[in-house]
């Protein structure tokens, strides 16, 4: 069974997500400076938990690490906007790796 179109209508529906609730969130929520520190921020919290939790189905710990890394960051956020800039994040790991196969 080819479960590739099944995977690709869930990025779409994610990129949808992102693309239409979660950035304008974040825009709406904080300043340009606190919304670049922010995305970059949660950029590299979800690159290191994607290395230290290796494996498939470790989406909990994984999102856990990212949003206690980032609130020990002392961000001027809400944790609303963490969540976003995590999702966000996520979405654009696996963007970049979608596109490079």
Do not use: H
């Amino acid at each position: 069974m080819d479960l590739n179109p099944i995977f690709e209508a869930i990025i779409a529906l994610i990129a949808a997500v992102v693309s239409c609730v979660l950035i304008p969130y974040i825009r709406k929520k904080t300043t340009a400076q606190e919304q670049e520190r922010l995305l970059s921020l949660a950029r590299m919290a979800v690159t290191a938990a994607e290395q230290i939790f290796e494996g498939i189905g470790r989406g909990e710990e994984k999102k856990a690490y990212a949003t206690q890394w980032l609130a020990e960051r002392n961000l001027n956020v809400n944790g609303d906007a963490i969540e976003a800039a995590i999702e966000s994040a996520v979405y654009d790991m696996n963007s970049e790796t979608n596109n490079s196969k």
